[in-house]
């Protein structure tokens, strides 16, 4: 988190480009305009309009492609695979609609967020999620998800949610307490500000951290053909409260069998423009300088015409 402040700080004054809230202004003199020029705001909701009708058709978002020869037969898988995916995602999936258009909001102003796609064994069904980038952290020497060494979740909860999990047996039954003194992310205190909410002291949240990392545990070393261990760190997905420390999980993240042992990939990265290290360039990187510029000059001419 401390590798990447800078980008936080970047992202979070952004946000006040979006020109949701109106400034009440005392200055140069009292009723001084507090206007922000709508230029990221509507280049933000023109991207995610023209791209939510791309993506999410009212036929459904699935294309099937038949590779090689066709046949009556294949003609006919290819449109069963079709006419499934199609009900899954648009009926079955409930959070895919919804999450997938948050998502395409997010995506053009902060240049990177996220989809958790996996089988989630309690509702017996896939799950795509959005996961926004301030909520997924990645070491500051990774360049993609593929090779990063940890991706670290991180995810709020009261306290029947995490009571719920541990009486299926997903997480250890242990007391852990709600983390009310933690310091907030500056980014989601940011969003809640924007949204006109506030964060309270009576709220039972704890943040629990999914960790996505290679770990060599003792007695399940990797194993070489002579059976000696070989050092490798295998994949596991430790789950941990961050206000006590406690360990809640931890899980292989390979199929049984698996000669190799892949990582199965939880998370997919969306960018709006690629970027120069991990994350991409959003609208707030690319024309935040012209949105100030814009805004600055609006107001002048405003309070000039008021003077």
Known sequence: QESRSEWQEAYTKGLDLLGIKYDERTQPFEGASGVTHPIISESVTQFQAQAY???LPAGGPVRTKIMGAKTAESDAQAQRVK????????EVMEEFDPDTDQMLFYLP??????????FD????RPVSRFVAAEDLVIPYTATDLATASRVTHVLRMDENQ?????????YRDIDISANYDAEEDPVRQKVRELDGLEKTETID??????????LDIEGFEDLDQNGEPTGIRLPYIVTLDQGSGEILSIRRNYREGDPV????????????????????????????????AATSILRQLIDAGTL
């Open 121 to 124: 064994e309690t509702k017996q």
């Open 83 to 90: 006419d499934y995916m199609n009900y899954l995602i648009t």
């Open 53 to 55: 009708k791309e993506l």
């Open 261 to 292: 042992k892949r990582k199965i990939p939880y998370f997919v990265h969306y960018k709006f423009l690629p970027g120069l290290g991990f994350y991409g360039f959003g609208l707030i990187h690319m024309i935040g300088g012209l949105g100030k």
């Open 109 to 118: 102003l902060s240049g990177s967020t996220f989809k958790k796609v996996y």
């Open 162 to 170: 995490v009571r719920k999990l541990q009486v299926a047996g997903a």
């Open 205 to 214: 949240e704890y943040t629990i951290l999914e960790m996505h990392v290679d």
